[in-house]
């Protein structure tokens, strides 16, 4: 099953671009990364998800390797509401999401 | 905006006893799913229903618990005896047909057991 590695946590200053990097060196090749953030204790919120070309939607952009052994997602312009954790998913079968520990984004004014 | 909604926000309840947690997808979605969430770890999937049967379950979706879709609009997660370690925030989550991957949480409802 493809896990994927993520730091534990980043800081971003306010307004710069936050890159939050991604390893899934396991993932097989018809499997989609997907990214969700989690704010406080809320649901998880949907941000993007791609096969192998790069993404980008209101929200953010996916940049994927061409190994697909790792992607990163960026935030253009981050701001105070951004604070989250963020999630590198990789689905492990139809619809069965592993979610992994996160990336905690702290973005400081 | 169409939204998941839980009720009830929390549950307390004694170790032993049944609970039914409640979920109302969004109207036109067709995949419904359950994960939980124990204080301060991972988000965790526990079972997925399309089609009126579960499509995917994990390893901690045992024989006490079960998912129904008694109408059409409620989906709901029984846990039939409960223990202390079912204590977690419970999300719903649905998503559509054509955009299966994009899936809609719920707030969740945090259940502690007693």
């Known amino acids: 099953d493809a896990k994927t590695t993520q730091p534990t946590s980043m800081d971003c200053a306010e307004g710069r671009a936050a890159n939050l990097p991604c390893n899934h060196s396991?993932?097989?090749?018809?499997?989609?990364v997907y990214w969700y953030r989690q704010i406080h204790s809320q649901g998880p919120q949907y941000i993007i998800h791609?096969?192998?070309n790069n993404e980008t939607n209101e929200m953010a952009s996916l940049i994927i390797t061409e190994d697909r052994k790792s992607s990163t997602l960026i935030l253009p312009h981050a701001t105070l509401r951004d604070t989250a954790v963020y999630y590198c998913?990789?689905?492990?079968?139809?619809?069965?999401?592993?979610f992994g520990s996160g990336t905690k984004l702290n973005v400081k004014p | 905006e169409p939204e998941v909604t839980q009720t009830p926000s929390h549950q307390v309840t004694q170790m032993g006893q049944e609970v039914i947690l409640r979920c109302v997808p969004i109207s036109n979605h067709l995949y419904f799913y359950w994960y939980r969430q124990i204080l301060g770890q991972k988000v965790e999937f526990l079972v997925s229903?399309?089609?009126?049967?579960?499509?995917?379950k994990s390893e901690i979706f045992d024989d006490q618990f079960s998912v129904e879709r008694p109408d059409g609009s409620n989906f709901t997660l029984k846990i039939r005896s409960t223990k202390l370690e079912d204590s977690a925030m419970y999300f719903c989550a649905s998503s559509s047909r054509d955009h299966y991957n994009e899936q809609f949480f719920g707030p969740g409802t945090r259940l502690t057991v007693l």
């Open positions: 229903f399309y089609n009126n049967e579960i499509s995917e």
């Open positions: 791609g096969l192998k």
């Open positions: 396991t993932i097989s090749g018809n499997e989609y």
């Open positions: 998913i990789v689905r492990l079968g139809f619809n069965k999401f592993y």
